[in-house]
């Protein structure tokens, strides 16, 4: 069965980096892309980009270019999402999701790896 | 950029009667070159991450119980719960992916 099973939960200093994983099984990896959604505590869903799988090309939405990293190890069936000079403003739920035709819509996420930033 | 609004907030209802959460995009999500309509809808409960529940504005994923069903097209979209269970509790998000992709703000659904 489809399964994403992410790392578990971040408590950084602002400044810092994380590196959150999402390790994926049972079904063929290259055919489908991963994306990332970030959800801050009591709030909606924020899509932040994906990634193709096949080719390891990340796209980033608009908000998420610069700080944020998206990539990909085939060796492993595992994609990573690293934020960089975290904020406290990076507090949130991490989800990664498997994605039909690229960005559209997703049919099987983790279960969320919680983030929290606090000096 | 597209704007996906949720309409109500909130909403209670009696067990067994009908819920109807509607979604309004600011612009047309309907492709018409294969007469798509780009919406889905998801479910989280809490505690749990979304769960995906109709795509392509009507198509029920696999497993998705019957009482749930999406309707509209361009831009305004419905999503019907037939009868309210107890397990139906949550939080329910329209998403378009016409343009990237953009969650509406969330329709809580509580038992009256």
């Known amino acids: 069965q489809v399964q994403l099973v992410q790392s578990g939960s971040e408590l950084k200093k602002p400044g810092a980096s994380v590196k959150v994983s999402c390790k994926a099984s049972?079904?063929?990896?290259?055919?489908?892309?991963m994306n990332w959604l970030r959800q801050a505590p009591g709030q909606g869903l924020e899509w932040m980009g994906w990634i193709n799988t096949d080719t390891g090309n990340p796209t980033y939405a608009q908000g998420f270019r610069g700080r944020f990293v998206f990539s990909f190890d085939s060796s492993v069936s595992t994609a990573y999402l690293e934020i960089s000079s975290l904020k406290t403003d990076d507090t949130a739920f991490y989800y990664c999701a498997r994605g039909t035709g690229g960005w559209y819509y997703f049919d099987y996420w983790g279960q969320g790896s919680p983030v929290t930033v606090s000096s | 950029d597209i704007v996906m609004t949720q309409s109500p907030d909130s909403l209670a209802v009696s067990l067994g009667e009908r819920a109807t959460i509607n979604c309004k995009s600011s612009q047309s999500v309907l492709y018409s070159s294969n007469n798509k309509n780009y919406l889905a809808w998801y479910q989280q409960k809490p505690g749990q991450p979304p769960k995906l529940l109709i795509y392509w504005a009507s198509t029920r994923e696999s497993g998705v119980p019957d009482r749930f069903s999406g309707s509209g097209s361009g831009t305004d979209f419905t999503l019907t719960i037939s009868s309210l269970q107890a397990e139906d509790v949550a939080v329910y998000y329209c998403?378009?992916?016409?343009?990237?992709?953009?969650f509406g703000q969330g329709t809580k659904v509580e038992i009256k």
């Open positions: 049972g079904y063929s990896l290259a055919a489908y892309t």
């Open positions: 998403q378009q992916y016409y343009n990237t992709v953009l």
